[in-house]
């Protein structure tokens, strides 16, 4: 990633698909999960496995995120200069997962901490406008005709109860995590089956694309979000007393 990922000039991750090039917001989790851990594993010389994290998360905001909405578009277009139109769950999911996950292991004196955790929180309370009065949010989170979205569901719910365990969230903000939970319980059906899973889905202009966008029982994009959310409520519980 270091050295063959495609970039943009600014060093910001970007796909040669579906144009040449785009910024997907699910790539902020998909680069961070390794790089995170890279800083962690490698000593001293983490600070350049930190500092590039840092970079993605700043500069994906800066292309990404909507001010007025509070949360992400799924997609930047180099070429158009312009983001995508899709306000999409997974792709939020991903990119607060991959904050969240980059405060777990970046160091407490690293200079740029106290930005990336305002950021996170900013993005963490937008998209907490879009909950859904049962717990959950939907498929395109500005879109509630669209249906109730587990694998976001559950990455907001995993986020929000693991940042405030953590202390990167003020406690008060608790009740959206466990109201996440609740909402992620109709969804598991006795037997452990998992439903209302977006399957794998690429950046599209055309809203009914993900409007559209099939939910497979079990998809195994939700099934271990769904567990860590269930551990994290739990911590969250235990923590409370």
């Not at 395109?140 to 990167?168: I, W």
Request: aromatic share 12%; net charge neutral.
């Amino acid at each position: 990633m270091l050295n063959r990922q495609n970039r943009l000039e600014d060093g910001t991750f970007v796909r040669s698909f579906p144009h040449k090039w785009t910024l997907w917001a699910d790539d902020l989790y998909m680069g961070l999960a390794f790089i995170s851990r890279m800083g962690r594993l490698s000593g001293e010389d983490g600070k350049k496995y930190f500092n590039d994290a840092a970079r993605q998360v700043i500069n994906f905001h800066k292309y990404l995120f909507n001010e007025n909405m509070g949360i992400m578009h799924h997609c930047w277009y180099s070429d158009l200069n312009r983001k995508g139109i899709a306000l999409w769950g997974r792709a939020n999911g991903w990119a607060i997962l991959a904050q969240v996950d980059l405060l777990d292991y970046l160091p407490e004196n690293h200079p740029q901490r106290d930005t990336l955790l305002t950021l996170f929180q900013k993005h963490i309370l937008g998209v907490a406008c879009y909950q859904g009065a049962n717990g959950l949010w939907h498929q395109l989170l500005n879109k509630p005709d669209s249906y109730e979205e587990t694998s976001c569901s559950a990455m907001f719910t995993y986020a929000v109860a693991r940042a405030v365990n953590q202390g990167y969230l003020d406690a008060r903000y608790k009740s959206i995590a466990e109201r996440g939970w609740e909402g992620i319980q109709t969804k598991v059906h006795a037997d452990g089956q998992i439903e209302g899973v977006c399957t794998g889905t690429v950046v599209s202009e055309d809203l009914v694309h993900y409007y559209r966008r099939p939910a497979p029982l079990n998809d195994i994009h939700g099934i271990g979000f769904v567990i860590l959310a269930g551990i994290e409520v739990q911590k969250l519980a235990q923590n409370s007393k």
